[in-house]
T-cell receptor, first 112, second 115 residues
Framework: GQQLNQSPQSMFIQEGEDVSMNCTSSSIFNTWLWYKQDPGEGPVLLIALYKAGELTSNGRLTAQFGITRKDSFLNISASIPSDVGIYFCAGLVAGTASKLTFGTGTRLQVTL | NAGVTQTPKFRVLKTGQSMTLLCAQDMNHEYMYWYRQDPGMGLRLIHYSVGEGTTAKGEVPDGYNVSRLKKQNFLLGLESAAPSQTSVYFC??????????????FGPGTRLLVL
């Protein structure tokens, strides 16, 4: 089965720094989603993108739906310790009962 | 409103044993999903349901069975557990049928170890 390629796999950053991560696919998606997973918890939706080229923000988070519909990007500005966790992208094809294809995850660790 | 709950939280099985994982949601959601999560990988879809009484295979269905007898519950069964089924299992449900309402709400997960 297909999995989306996410990079970087992990990153250590200092508090206050900006973070960028991306997700690429060999096939087209109609919707891109970004989730965050805290240790011992299930994923929680951060941002949903529905249109190619769309740029959407949620507080310090900004995500973009790539023009080719095969990629997406997530940026976190001015990181804080509670940003620690694993970030997953997920793609969805219309008419597939909302079956999501998940990326491999980016583990973010923030140092003071 | 508890959202999505999963039982048990943790279980150890011996190879060949059977068990059932229970997922319950109190949000009147139509769609429900079972995923497994393995180290270094994203979530992979095992089975899903688009309504009471219906189920369908996902990406990695082998070795699992499911049932959706009641709208609020989605059961995942392992008839004969294998070490390869050691994983963290997540259940999720979807809010509406609307094209733009893609939010899937996830449960806290069940950690399964098969020896």
């Amino acid at each position: 089965g297909q999995q989306l390629n996410q990079s970087p796999q992990s990153m250590f950053i200092q508090e206050g720094e900006d973070v960028s991560m991306n997700c690429t696919s060999s096939s087209i998606f109609n919707t891109w989603l970004w989730y965050k997973q805290d240790p011992g918890e299930g994923p929680v939706l951060l941002i949903a993108l529905y249109k190619a080229g769309e740029l959407t923000s949620n507080g310090r988070l900004t995500a973009q739906f790539g023009i080719t519909r095969k990629d997406s990007f997530l940026n976190i500005s001015a990181s804080i310790p509670s940003d620690v966790g694993i970030y997953f992208c997920a793609g969805l094809v219309a008419g597939t009962a909302s079956k999501l294809t998940f990326g491999t995850g980016t583990r973010l660790q923030v140092t003071l | 409103n508890a959202g999505v709950t999963q039982t048990p939280k943790f279980r150890v099985l011996k190879t060949g044993q059977s068990m059932t994982l229970l997922c319950a949601q109190d949000m009147n959601h139509e769609y429900m999903y079972w995923y497994r999560q393995d180290p270094g990988m994203g979530l992979r879809l095992i089975h899903y349901s688009v309504g009471e009484g219906t189920t369908a295979k996902g990406e990695v269905p082998d070795g699992y069975n499911v049932s959706r007898l009641k709208k609020q519950n989605f059961l995942l069964g392992l008839e004969s557990a294998a070490p390869s089924q050691t994983s963290v299992y997540f259940c999720a449900s979807r809010k509406t049928r609307l094209a733009r309402e893609e939010t899937q709400y996830f449960g806290p997960g069940t950690r399964l170890l098969v020896l």
